[in-house]
């Protein structure tokens, strides 16, 4: 079930054009207009599953309102808003959305060329559907430069063109906050990795119980969507599918890639042609080996249309696979990519082809294999899928023989929605590792010095919290538009009303975990609502008894 609507933006009525605007010197000018804009969604997360994902929400509709929009909030469940938003692309106006931190985004290919390319917006990470020929030029061209001070520049280009488009209003770079009770496991062997923090592939395999309990119980505040290795959006189908599925390689506690499935990685003088060594011994949660003809597979699947959309960039660049033996595997490029190893090799899971490959092939028109459910999870990682109860937990068993074997005997996934019961749930134990806390971090940390029990590691996300506008839809394909209602936005505000001061405000899609190649120039940018309205007045917008109308002579596409 959905929540009801829950606020409209207040409406600031006045008495003339000219103080509607905030401008001197226009009260009683005649002001053409268009239609007035519309009723405008703005939709979110639940209250009790994100609190502060629901209160910027609440907090941006109010200051919306002041630029004369009608703004709702409506929050729900995460699957039903990952369904709304992703799937039925054309359908809503405004949303709460977040990128979370992952590995493989240690290197800002993925955001700078996947979220904003033209080429993945019909079913890729370009949800939006914002496009740019510069910026398209760009971030292909940050691809080819190896040399990292002429790359920086142009991921430096990059973040520039958003900053002046606008197709994010940026809010927050979080402060993630986690927990795990330090009786239950040695803190030494607990690996932070920058951007990540304590909640990443080398704590869950490396992580040591110090006595009977072996099991590592967490928690997600969301349902999973699909544990499929096809399937790359969800932050906990995330963090299960790279313990179940192993990669050529991974991203090292230090953010770089290094060989993982991959005994060698070795690059040709020009950087079109990679040789990768497959390791011994290596073999499928059914018993079967892992081959270097699933290794081709899992790389040329995705290449197909409509197989998996979300993978398809990242392997578009291959033209061809090669297997000159039974260990090694030659990929050749159509021209040097220097974020291949971290945007692909780092990132795409090892399917099995005697499992895939009759799922794939027996996709019906219009169907993805991102939607197959498998009747079991056969991957070849540190650990095996056991199962998952919807709506409850998922559970995996250590995979013993793998040459990375962990430590742990399970890892349990639980789900549970209420944030503050998800609190209550780690001091009581029936938690011992808070992966996903979106409440307010005083009272972890509050809760930490009162027990003695709990360690609270604290972590600036790779990823960012931001209002996606869905520039398919008038008024938000006018960069404009979306600047004004960007401008309006008080980030401090948001970051400490909403986010409690755990947070460092946030303008760009390179995030400031990432300092060498975050543009500081973008963190200055000038808000407030007098600019905001400056800006609509600008563009021909006008606010008359506080109701925001477009330029003269447009009409509104989608009258309420």
Do not use: C
Request: proline letters at 6%; zero cysteines; charged letters at 25%.
């Amino acid at each position: 079930m959905t929540d009801a609507v829950t606020r409209r933006g207040m409406l600031r009525r006045t008495a003339g054009v000219g103080l509607a605007l905030g401008l001197s010197g226009l009260a009683g000018q005649a002001m053409a207009e268009g239609d007035p804009v519309r009723s405008i969604e703005l939709l979110s997360r639940t209250q009790a599953a994100n609190p502060q994902q629901y209160q910027a929400a609440e907090l941006i509709a109010q200051i919306w309102g002041d630029l004369g929009l009608d703004v709702t909030v409506k929050a729900l469940p995460n699957t039903q808003l990952s369904d709304s938003v992703w799937y039925n692309r054309d359908t809503w106006d405004t949303t709460m959305w977040q990128m979370v931190g992952r590995p493989e985004r240690s290197d800002p290919d993925e955001f700078v060329y996947n979220l904003f390319h033209s080429s993945t917006a019909p079913t890729g990470y370009n949800f939006v559907g914002w496009s740019n020929e510069e910026y398209d030029e760009v971030a292909e061209q940050q691809r080819l430069v190896v040399d990292p001070d002429e790359r920086l520049k142009l991921i430096t280009r990059a973040q520039e063109i958003v900053n002046e488009n606008q197709p994010y209003a940026f809010l927050v770079y979080p402060t993630k906050v986690f927990a795990f009770d330090k009786t239950v496991f040695d803190e030494t062997t607990v690996t932070e990795q920058p951007g990540l923090g304590i909640k990443n592939f080398h704590t869950f395999t490396d992580i040591t119980p110090l006595g009977d309990q072996k099991d590592l119980i967490m928690n997600s505040s969301n349902e999973l969507n699909a544990l499929n290795p096809f399937y790359i959006s969800g932050a906990a189908d995330s963090w299960m599918t790279e313990l179940i599925w192993d990669r050529m390689m991974r991203i090292g506690p230090d953010g770089l890639p290094k060989p993982w499935a991959a005994e060698s990685v070795e690059w040709n003088d020009e950087g079109t042609v990679v040789t990768l060594t497959l390791r011994d011994g290596m073999t499928w949660h059914d018993g079967e080996p892992v081959t270097v003809e699933d290794v081709v597979f899992s790389f040329t699947a995705p290449q197909k249309d409509m197989v998996a959309p979300m993978y398809q960039p990242f392997v578009s660049g291959i033209t061809s696979i090669e297997t000159p033996d039974d260990k090694t595997i030659v990929m050749t490029l159509d021209k040097p990519n220097a974020a291949f190893e971290t945007s692909t090799l780092a990132k795409l899971n090892l399917v099995p082809e005697h499992v895939w490959g009759p799922l794939v092939d027996g996709l019906a028109e219009g169907e993805t294999a991102e939607s197959v459910v498998e009747e079991t999870r056969i991957g070849s990682g540190p650990f095996k899928f056991d199962r998952w109860v919807t709506q409850q937990e998922v559970v995996l068993s250590a995979n013993a023989d793998h040459w990375s074997a962990p430590k742990l005997d399970r890892v349990i996934m639980r789900i549970v929605l209420n944030v503050e019961a998800a609190l209550g749930m780690l001091r009581s134990g029936e938690l011992n590792f808070m992966s996903d806390y979106t409440g307010d971090p005083q009272l972890l940390i509050d809760a930490a010095d009162q027990d003695g029990d709990i360690a609270v590691v604290e972590s600036v996300d790779i990823g960012f919290q931001y209002a996606a506008f869905n520039a398919r839809r008038a008024p938000f394909d006018d960069p404009a538009f979306r600047k004004a209602l960007s401008t309006a936005i008080n980030r401090e505000l948001i970051r400490k009303a909403a986010w409690n001061g755990f947070a460092k405000t946030a303008n760009s899609h390179v995030s400031t975990a990432l300092p060498y190649w975050h543009a500081t120039g973008t963190d200055d940018m000038e808000t407030g609502m007098d600019l905001a309205k400056q800006i609509l007045t600008d563009a021909g917008y006008s606010i008359i008894d506080g109701k925001l109308y477009y330029p003269d002579g447009v009409t509104e596409p989608f009258a309420d």
